[in-house]
């Protein structure tokens, strides 16, 4: 806490870290997922079970389907207004600060800890626990539980199992490995309610999502010897059909899905930005391609948010996805 130095933390620092403040702000990304959000919900119960104050920020609503998460209801878009000048703002993750969203205050270097597994993160914190071998930011907190000596009851384990089903992707990722299912097994025996999340994450979609999605798939374009699959939705598409952003989340997916196809992109032009979702099968690092565009993520899943029209960011995006061998 004293001086200001940015290094590559160890798990038992960051757990004599914790150990050392009272209070804790948990802090999750922008158009937040189950990892953002799971990593820090989980890492915050287990913070107050030790007696610690524990509030949660988020610039964006809890979306639908992350409701059932055990504390969700604590989120909020504010900071309590009696937060001692020495809480922790916990990052989770996220590559840069700048994730959490402008409505976040500036907060000092000193307070701040940096959990993550995105490569290229950028060390903001005072503290960086960056693990980019894990599968999620949810099993890197993993780590810190073990050195806190914290059990992991059943509301921590499906906040946990969480995080891995959402980054991936229900196990179907190439970051599923042996290890990732046994930690699942293990959160499953603390009494994860994977029933749940399969159901509220991966089902129970809304009809207006099905239907925005139908229009996706109808405006849908091949390039590249049908490699790359790309597509976009703007606000008349969603007007059209009552979805919203949120309905959006998985349709990369089935555009990268598309028999051939190596690297998929979904432009989400609505809201008066555009954000763009890359996918790759591993032949294309889409994070180097984001990274040069100013955004970031993994090697088979990025994005980044694009300043200008809709058809500059198919053009830039291209570009990008060339330059790494597209
Ligand atoms: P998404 O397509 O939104 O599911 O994001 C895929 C991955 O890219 C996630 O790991 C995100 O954290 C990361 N990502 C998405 N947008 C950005 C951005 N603007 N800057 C940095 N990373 C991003
Ligand atoms: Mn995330
Ligand atoms: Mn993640």
């Known amino acids: 806490m004293s001086q200001t130095t940015v290094t590559a933390a160890s798990a038992a620092e960051v757990a004599a870290e914790l150990r050392a403040r009272r209070a804790f702000v948990m802090v999750s990304h922008v158009k937040p997922d189950g990892d953002t959000l799971g990593a820090g919900l989980a890492l915050g119960i287990a913070l107050k079970r030790l007696g610690k ?43 840069d600060a700048a994730r959490a969203g402008e409505r976040l205050p500036a907060i000092t270097r000193d307070n701040m800890l940096d959990i993550d597994h995105h490569l290229g993160n950028a060390m903001f914190g005072r503290l960086n626990f960056v693990l980019p071998s894990e599968c999620s930011t949810g099993t890197v907190v993993m780590h810190l539980m073990r050195e806190l000596g914290v059990e992991i009851d059943a509301r921590i384990a499906t906040c946990l199992l969480t995080t891995i089903m959402t980054d991936t992707g229900g196990f179907m990722h190439s970051n599923t490995t042996p290890a990732v299912l046994e930690l699942s097994a293990e959160l499953m025996r603390c009494g994860a309610d994977k029933e749940a999340i399969t159901e509220q994450i991966f089902l129970n979609k809304r009809v207006a999502a099905t239907r925005l999605l139908a229009k996706i798939v109808d405006v849908m374009q091949f390039a590249h010897d049908n490699r790359y699959c790309y597509s976009y939705v703007d606000d008349t598409m969603l007007a059209q059909t009552g979805a919203d952003g949120e309905d ?23 809201d008066g930005e555009i954000r763009v979702s890359l996918r790759s099968n591993g032949s294309v690092n889409v994070q180097a391609a ?37």
Do not use: W
């Open 290 to 326: 984001a990274h040069r565009l100013g955004g970031g993520g993994h090697f088979r899943a990025a994005g980044l948010t694009f300043a200008g029209s809709l058809s500059d960011a198919i053009a830039a995006v291209d570009a990008a996805l060339v330059a790494q061998g597209l």
């Open 53 to 95: 104050r524990v509030h949660y920020f988020q610039q964006d609503p809890v979306p639908r389907n992350l409701r059932f998460l055990p504390d969700a209801e604590c989120v909020a878009g504010e900071l309590p207004a009696d937060l001692p000048d020495d809480a922790l703002f916990v990052f989770c993750d996220m590559s």
């Open 248 to 270: 959006t989340e998985d349709t990369v997916n089935v555009l990268r899905g598309q028999e051939g196809v190596e690297v998929a992109a979904l432009f989400k032009a609505y």
